[in-house]
């Protein structure tokens, strides 16, 4: 089968050969995490079924055609596996990349019988067929388990004989979850033909903070568009046993502090909470508008819980002096506050760092070779923004990294992030805007050369998340953390956009060429809620995101 891959190979991109023939690691080792219950102990206990991250591989099959960039996909199975534990599925991973990635590996607690061999095997797939350069020929076989259990990877081999039933083990049938298809990893094409034949990552169905279901880290390969016949694990004790506790939030928190680069053109930093309520921010109460009332430093007397019922909202102040003074923000002054929750059935931790700016700038956009300014579309107060590190519960080591963006966002693998200081990621955020990205550089968000400009560049004003943060929810950890007021205020942080966007726009249309004026009606329509939208934005724990997974754009 070769010689298994380690995580401690070279990762300079500079050397010959496929990228997956070199294995990714982040810059700087992992420290010693402080000491606790079960978090980066190697080994979690689903109820009943131990499992453990393999990322150590042995190639079985390689093609060298089709896929992404047309460089074709390797396939692994897990190796250096501890004794008594068992290999659920193969690994498969596109050649463009450096090879990153797990399987999980199995083990019965106590003989609960939460592992069986299969009976048989079906072929799935065979490259006998196939024309294109591959290390000999590849068979992808899917395990027939026994009944009350069902398989959650396949088994890849280099001959036409069903494979050994010791290759693999089965799940009971009580510890899976349903899957979605994740992203797509290799097919016999340059492109996904959804009638072909396919190989494809997978993730739970259902995300959240309460959701249990584990990937394993197989893959799935699949003939035409039928349906999924892998399933996920499933945390069936709801143990997060293995979710770091405060010392250890701390210690990964520095590890994997991101740096924020602001661009150099940036009128609107971001503050604390404290800083911006100190400084003259305003509560107003519907119906009592003429007397609005200043807002303590912890927004103590800010409202708590409810729903956005439009009976509330902040405001800058009314001076026009300290209005301008607050809008422009304090660097200085700038603290995240971070949110920690397990995701994927606690076998990883996310943490959320969320970061409040006093105001939100007017965008612009790009037309062909023309920039418009956009008026004060674009325009509101008090704008959150966050970034969210997901970071392995088996190991402490940090995966990816999401980067919200207007309504939604990316999540970037750790070997596509540039790093500052050892395994600090470097994140850049947009002119005005303040969207979150992987690299400087223009980002249109719209088509056909027609959008608005997410303009980012690494600049002097740049906030290290390390240095000012503080923990403000972390539900599994109990009362332990401490909420503040202002998080639990479920009102708007913003007024509603009191401008005529329709005369705004008109404006704007006056000065584009006639054969850009249809363009732009067709661009406005198209334009996301919250550059057009009314609404003053709400606090962090409104979002989509707060109980459940991350939204991809």
Known sequence: MGNPISPTGDVSKTSKGLPIETQFKLPSPLPSWPPGEGFASGTIDLGGLQVRQISTFSKVWATHEGGPDNLGASFFEPSQIPTGFFTLGCYSQANNRLLHGWVLVAK?????????????????????????????IGYIWLPTPPDG???????????????????????????????????????????????GFNIFSLTPSN?????????????????????????????????????PNPSQIQALFQTYSPWIYLHPDEQYLPSSVSWYFVNGALLYTKGQES?????????????????????????????????????????????????????????FTDIAIWIFYPF???????????????????????????????????TGELWSLYFSQHSGGDWIEAQDLEFQDGNKPVTYASLHGHAMYSKPGLVLQGSGGFGIRNDTAKSKLVMDTGARFSIVAAEYLGKTISEPSWLNYYRKWGPKISYDIAHELKDIEKILPGKLKS????????????????????????????????VVA
């Open 149 to 195: 259990y069902r398989a959650v990877g396949h088994v890849v081999t280099t001959s036409s004989e069903k494979p050994s039933p010791e290759r693999v083990r089965c799940i009971r049938s009580d510890l899976i979850e349903h899957c979605d298809i994740e992203s797509w990893i290799w097919g016999p094409g340059k492109e996904s033909d959804p009638n």
């Open 519 to 550: 363009t732009f009606e067709k661009f406005v329509k198209r334009l996301p809620s919250e550059v057009l939208g009314e609404d003053g934005p709400t606090g962090p724990k409104l979002k989509r995101s707060w109980d459940g997974d991350e």
């Open 207 to 243: 995300r959240g903070i309460q959701a249990m279901g584990v990937p394993t880290g197989t893959f799935l390969a699949r003939n035409g568009a039928g349906s999924i016949s892998l399933v996920c694990l499933k945390n069936l004790g709801s143990n997060i046993s293995c979710m």
């Open 108 to 136: 019965d607690k106590e003989g609960s019988a939460t592992l069986e061999k299969p009976i048989d095997y079906t072929l799935v797939w065979s490259s006998e067929s196939l024309k294109i350069s591959q290390d000999g």
């Open 360 to 394: 939100n700038g007017p965008a612009k956009a790009k037309a062909s070779f023309i920039n418009i300014p956009l008026g004060r579309i674009g325009e509101h107060v008090g704008d959150w923004e966050h970034l969210t590190l997901r970071v392995s519960n088996f």
């Open 291 to 347: 007397n609005p009332i200043p807002i303590e430093a912890g927004g103590s007397n800010l409202p708590q819980g409810g729903s956005n019922d439009d009976a509330f909202w902040i405001d800058l102040p009314v001076d026009e002096g300290s209005k301008e003074r607050v809008k422009k923000g304090d660097l200085n002054d700038s603290e995240v506050y971070l949110q920690v929750k397990p995701m994927l059935g606690a076998t």
